[in-house]
C-alpha cells in the first residue's frame, strides 16, 4: 500500500504532459495517422515521453511500422525515445546483426529486462537464458538433431502424424467442403510432433473432432499476455497487475498455473517411467535432461514449455504463410508439385524430402516475407558503439528486425516483394530430371542478412528438423490437394506477432482434390 501512495503523485505529475501531447499529435498529425500513402518518416521525440504518441498510434501495426522507420533510417538502425529517457535500438543492418550475435556476442545477452518480463511463463528454459545454463540445455538438446534423430522424426513421427491424422482430417475436409482454419490445424499438428520427438509423449491434439485443449488454450494466453508486457509504456504498469493480480496479469497467473500443471505432469510420468526401468535408453530430450543429474521438476519443466513454443508456433507459422503465398503464386506451387512427383520415386520418405531443392528454397522465401520470429532483443551488458556508428549504452535493448531484413533492396535487389524461390537457386546444368525438367543447386545465403534462424552462438538448433518436418507436409498435401483460401477477393490477411508470428484470424481455407 505505501508503493502505491508513493506512486500516486509521479502518476499524477505525468498524466498532463500526455494529454497535452496526445492531443497535439492529433491535432497536428491526423491525416499522417490516418494515411498509408504518406512517406515514411523518423518518429518524433518530445520531453519526459520520447516517441510514446507514435509508438501508440502504430500498436496496431507494430512490426510493420517499425520495420518501415528502421528502413528509412540511413544505415538502417534507428534508435527509439521511449517514456522517461529510456531507448531501444532498432536494427535491420547486417553488419549490426553480425556485431552483437557473433562479433559482440558475450556483450548481448537476453539480459535483465527479458528474463524478467517472460519469468512467469518460460522460467529458466533454453529461450529465457544466458551463459552457463543456456550452454548446458544447448548440450543436451544438442544430442536431438543428430542424423539418426533426424531420420527417426521424419520417417516414424511426422509420417505417422501426416498419414493417419491430417491427410484423413482434409480428406473428410474435402469431401464435405467444409472451411478449415488451417493455422490452427498446422499448430495441432506441430504440437503433436514436438511432444512426441522431444518428450515421448503423444498428445493426440489433431483429432477429427479438433476438440479445444485447456492446455493449448492456457498457453497461446500466456504467449500472448508475456509478450503484451513489452509493450506497456513502463514495466511498472504490468509489475503493479501483477502485484495487485488484477486485469491481464491475473489471466496470465490462471493461464500459467495450466501450462505448468500440464508440464509437470510430463516430467513426472517421464521419471517414475525411467525410474522403473532403469535400462531404459534415454531415447528423448526429457529422458536425456532427467538422466543427466538434473531431477528439479521446476528446472526440467521450464525446458518443456521452451521447447513446446519452439516446435509448435515456429513451424506452423511457416508453413501457415507459406500455403498463403502458394494461393497467390500457382506459377510456384506448379514447381513444388513437379519437384514432389519426382521426389516421390525415393526409396525412403527421409531421402525424398532431404532433396525437395525447390521446395526448401520456396520455404527460404516463404520465411524471409514472413518470418517465424520477426524480431529478437538483445540486453547491452557493457556500453558500445555498433558498427553504423549507434551508441548503445549499458542495459540497453538492440533488437534485429528480421521482418525488415526480409523487405531490404539493398539485400534482395529491386525485386524484394515478389515470392520468387529462384533467387535462392543455381542451374545445376547439365543434369535433368527424369521429367525432363531442369535441376537445381540451392545456394546458402549470409546467416547475419538472413537470421530467420538466428546467427552466431546461438543459431537455431532445429532448423534442420523444421525443414525436414515442413517438406513433408508440403509434399504430402499438395501431393494430393490444394489448398485454397476463403477470404475475399483482394482481402490479405494481417501478419502480427508475439513471441512468435501469426496469421491475425486465423486461415480459413477449403480443401481441393488436385486435378492437375
Not at 505529475?13 to 491525416?31: Q, V
Not at 533426424?150 to 482430417?169: G, T
Not at 520427438?197 to 493426440?204: H, K, S
Not at 517465424?372 to 548503445?392: M, Q, W
Request: hydrophobic fraction near 40%.
Amino acid at each position: 500500500m505505501l508503493f502505491l501512495q508513493l506512486l500516486t503523485p509521479f502518476f499524477l505529475f505525468l498524466l498532463p504532459f500526455l494529454f497535452f501531447f496526445y492531443f497535439l499529435k492529433i491535432k497536428n498529425n491526423k491525416e499522417k495517422v490516418l494515411s498509408s500513402n504518406t512517406k515514411t518518416t523518423l518518429p518524433k521525440s518530445y520531453p519526459l515521453i520520447g516517441s510514446y504518441l507514435a509508438i501508440k498510434a502504430n500498436v496496431h501495426r507494430r512490426i510493420q511500422w517499425l520495420s518501415d522507420i528502421t528502413l528509412a533510417a540511413p544505415a538502417a538502425t534507428i534508435t527509439i525515445h521511449r517514456l522517461l529517457g529510456l531507448k531501444s535500438v532498432f536494427t535491420a543492418n547486417p553488419a549490426v546483426v553480425q556485431h552483437i550475435l557473433k562479433t559482440h556476442f558475450n556483450n548481448y545477452q537476453k539480459g535483465g529486462t527479458f528474463v524478467t518480463t517472460l519469468s512467469d511463463f518460460l522460467g529458466a528454459g533454453i529461450f529465457n537464458v544466458d551463459s552457463d545454463n543456456w550452454k548446458f540445455q544447448r548440450q543436451v538438446a544438442s544430442h536431438e538433431f543428430n542424423t539418426k534423430s533426424l531420420r527417426k522424426f521424419v520417417e516414424q513421427v511426422v509420417d505417422a502424424e501426416l498419414n493417419h491424422r491430417l491427410i484423413p482430417i482434409l480428406r473428410e475436409s474435402q469431401s464435405q467442403s467444409k472451411t478449415l482454419d488451417f493455422q490452427d490445424i498446422l499448430q495441432r499438428f506441430a504440437f503433436d510432433n514436438i511432444c512426441k520427438i522431444a518428450f515421448g509423449y503423444d498428445p493426440e491434439y489433431l483429432t477429427p473432432s479438433l476438440k479445444i485443449s485447456d492446455f493449448a488454450t492456457a498457453f497461446e494466453e500466456a504467449n500472448i499476455i508475456s509478450t503484451k508486457r513489452f509493450r506497456e509504456p513502463l514495466p511498472i504498469i504490468w509489475k503493479m497487475k501483477r502485484a495487485l493480480n488484477i486485469g491481464s496479469e491475473k489471466r496470465l497467473r490462471i493461464a500459467v498455473s495450466k501450462v505448468h500443471e500440464f508440464a509437470k505432469k510430463l516430467v513426472k510420468e517421464k521419471k517414475k517411467e525411467l525410474e522403473e526401468n532403469e535400462s531404459l535408453e534415454s531415447g528423448d530430450m526429457l529422458s536425456r535432461f532427467l538422466s543427466s543429474g538434473h531431477s528439479d521438476e521446476d528446472f526440467v519443466m521450464d525446458i518443456v514449455i521452451s521447447f513446446i513454443l519452439a516446435g509448435k508456433d515456429t513451424t506452423s507459422a511457416a508453413l501457415t504463410w507459406f500455403f498463403w503465398l502458394l494461393s497467390k503464386n500457382p506459377r510456384v506451387e506448379n514447381e513444388i508439385v513437379k519437384e514432389i512427383r519426382e521426389s516421390s520415386k525415393a526409396i525412403n520418405v527421409y531421402d525424398e524430402v532431404k532433396h525437395m531443392v525447390y521446395t526448401h528454397a520456396a520455404l527460404c522465401e516463404s520465411m524471409r516475407l514472413y518470418p517465424p520470429v520477426p524480431t529478437d532483443s538483445k540486453e547491452a551488458v557493457n556500453d558500445d558503439i555498433l558498427p553504423d556508428g549507434t551508441i548503445v549504452k549499458k542495459g540497453m535493448m538492440v533488437t534485429y528486425h528480421v521482418y525488415a531484413m526480409g523487405r531490404m533492396e539493398s539485400i534482395w535487389g529491386c525485386d524484394w516483394a515478389e515470392f520468387r524461390p529462384e533467387r535462392w537457386l543455381e542451374r545445376a546444368e547439365p543434369s535433368f530430371g527424369e521429367s525432363g525438367s531442369l535441376k537445381w543447386r540451392f545456394v546458402q545465403r549470409d546467416a547475419f542478412s538472413y537470421p530467420v534462424f538466428q546467427a552466431g552462438p546461438r543459431i537455431c538448433l532445429g532448423k534442420e528438423m523444421a525443414f525436414l518436418q515442413m517438406k513433408r507436409v508440403v509434399a504430402g498435401v499438395l501431393g494430393e490437394f490444394r489448398v485454397v483460401p476463403t477470404m475475399r477477393e483482394g482481402e490479405e490477411p494481417m501478419f502480427i506477432s508475439y513471441l512468435a508470428s501469426q496469421m491475425k484470424g486465423g486461415f480459413p481455407v477449403k480443401i481441393h482434390q488436385r486435378v492437375d
